[in-house]
């Protein structure tokens, strides 16, 4: 399948600053990208949907001035959580996929420990 | 609003033997459908999907049924083997949104 490259795989940050996640889709273009969040033991919650170029789509309860979403290209979007606070505190996993009504591919997944 | 359902939070099955993980939802505009495995600390691999145009995908050991009536589908896996253990997602793609929704997840674990 498809590689999606997810960096860092775990970042531990002081609770008030910003953390920048990256998602690459490695071999071909993500016309849509996908961000998720996982609680221990519970399912993949979507946060936003972004296409290339365009503002991302927010999930309700999302906060977009929280969760800054950036889709700059065909191979690579941002997430950056602001001012963390502990609370913030999970899994964050990306998704991509080139075309509508076809497989999406992960990322590794980046574990986020605000202190 | 949970759209996609997964009502088995485990299963547990011997290996050799058939692992069946089902899946609901409610949203009738969702037209694609996909099955993940999922380690802890990793992202999802893509397993298998279907389009609503069909009722049955085979890939190898891994086939998914779709019920468009019921809103239901399933993943059969034959023969399990341990390797299979995992937590498996469905998940579900509405096309005029083009949200990937997922479902709670399953337990699988396939034993000797």
């Known amino acids: 399948g498809a590689v999606v490259s997810q960096h860092p795989s775990w970042v531990i940050c002081k609770s008030g600053t910003s953390v920048k996640i990256e998602c690459r889709s490695l071999d071909f273009q993500a016309t849509t990208m996908f961000w998720y969040r996982q609680f221990p033991k519970q399912s993949l919650m979507l946060m936003a949907t972004?296409?290339?170029?365009?503002?991302?789509?927010?999930e309700q309860g999302v906060e977009k001035d929280k969760f800054l979403i950036n889709h700059a290209s065909l191979t690579l979007s941002t997430l950056t959580v602001t001012s963390a606070h502990p609370e913030d505190s999970s899994f964050y996993i990306c998704?991509?996929?080139?075309?509508?009504?076809?497989?999406?591919?992960f990322g590794q997944g980046t574990r986020l420990t605000v202190v | 609003d949970q759209q996609v359902k997964q009502n088995s939070p485990s299963l547990s099955v011997q290996e050799g033997r058939i692992s069946i993980l089902n899946c609901d939802y409610t949203n009738s505009m969702f037209d694609y459908f996909l099955w993940y495995k999922k380690y802890p600390a990793e992202g999802p691999t893509f397993l298998i999907s279907?389009?609503?145009?069909?009722d049955k995908n085979e890939d190898g050991r891994f086939t998914v049924f779709l019920n468009k009536s019921a809103k239901h589908l399933s993943l059969h896996i034959v023969p399990s083997q341990p390797g299979d253990s995992a937590v498996y997602f469905c998940?579900?793609?509405?096309?005029?949104?083009?949200?990937?929704?997922f479902g709670t997840g399953t337990r699988l674990q396939v034993f000797p």
């Open positions: 972004s296409n290339e170029g365009s503002k991302a789509t927010y």
């Open positions: 279907i389009s609503s145009i069909k």
């Open positions: 998940a579900a793609s509405d096309y005029n949104t083009d949200k990937l929704i």
């Open positions: 998704s991509a996929r080139g075309f509508r009504n076809t497989e999406a591919f």
